[in-house]
């Protein structure tokens, strides 16, 4: 099988996986991961919990969660 069979075949299962899985929330730190799992998502919130020093997850997801028109939710948390 070459590159472009292996990439359309992933890309499939990836769309089968996300539409059997009929979620309303999605775990979001703005990386690679779950922006692919998003932009596969219709109406699908997304959810940011990061610690008190958090660096720059937030931002990212915050940035990526706007460019793609999702509702986000933010959770600071402190242990």
Same mark, same amino acid.
């Given at each position: 099988m070459n590159y472009q069979g292996i990439a359309l075949k992933l890309k499939n299962?990836?769309?089968d996986t996300v539409a059997e899985?009929?979620?309303s929330?999605?775990?979001f730190s703005g990386g690679l991961d779950?922006?692919?799992v998003a932009c $596969?998502?219709?109406r699908?919130?997304?959810?940011?919990?990061?610690?008190?020093?958090h660096g720059e997850d937030v931002k990212y997801a915050a940035l990526m969660a706007?460019?793609?028109? $999702?509702?986000?939710?933010?959770?600071?948390?402190?242990i």
């Open positions: 299962m990836l769309f899985n009929n979620t929330g999605l775990l779950s922006s692919i $596969m998502s219709s699908v919130k997304a959810v940011t919990i990061s610690f008190m020093s706007n460019s793609l028109n $999702m509702k986000h939710y933010q959770k600071e948390i402190d």
